[in-house]
């Protein structure tokens, strides 16, 4: 081999593994899996803080950092004499599908008493909707007879911003309960996975 071809060679620094410049012991996605799980969690976090009743808007959030959390980034797989790194990687993981999955139930948690029940908070924040369809009559004054039309809108919005904002704050306290159950499930899904895959590798020199 010649000088030229040396110099090709030591410079390729291509590994037993067919990898440029990586190293037997590191999962490949880590960097992938740190930009994107970053990205993903500061666009929860950013929309989480907002104040007021939740919209669809934030169904529409959620769906599309999972999105691109299952798209962009690859689950934790484990490597030999990586089971603390793998163990944070799948935690991290885990939790920022939750995140996401908890965002973009929000809307439907709030609206839909057969996925969250709590009765006796619709029954009370249907109570202060009544009682906002009230006062918007009684700051019309004499002027509510009118326009009946106009009355009957201003009292049905009234009274939905009601009922929305005072059932925000309870969907809002359980919102964490519902992502950690979706966490959970992220981590048996990767888990079972995980496992399932080094079956199979394992299988497969017996097979040959």
């Known amino acids: ?106 809307p439907a948690m709030q609206r839909w008493a057969w996925l969250f029940p709590m009765p006796e908070t619709r029954s009370a924040c249907a109570h202060l909707g009544r009682y906002a369809e009230l006062g918007a009559q009684a700051a019309l004054g004499d002027l509510a007879g009118q326009d009946a039309a106009a009355l009957a809108y201003a009292q049905s919005d009234q009274a939905r911003h009601a009922v929305d904002d005072c059932l925000a704050a309870p969907t809002t306290r359980w919102l964490p309960v519902y992502g950690l159950a979706a966490a959970v499930l992220a981590v048996l899904a990767v888990w079972l996975a995980d496992r399932s895959g080094t079956r199979r590798r394992a299988a497969a020199p017996e097979e040959r």
């Open 1 to 106: 081999m010649d000088d030229d071809g040396r110099h090709t060679a030591q410079g390729t620094g291509t590994t037993g593994t067919g990898t440029t410049g990586t190293d037997p012991g590191t999962d490949p996605g880590t960097a992938d899996r740190a930009g994107v799980l970053g990205t993903a969690l500061a666009g929860v976090l950013a929309f989480s803080l907002s104040s007021g009743s939740w919209q669809w808007f934030s169904t529409y959030l959620g769906l599309t950092l999972l999105a691109v959390v299952f798209a962009f980034s690859r689950p934790p797989s484990r490597t030999p004499g990586a089971g603390a790194r793998f163990a944070r990687s799948l935690a991290a993981y885990a939790l920022v599908v939750g995140l996401a999955a908890a965002l973009a139930l929000a």
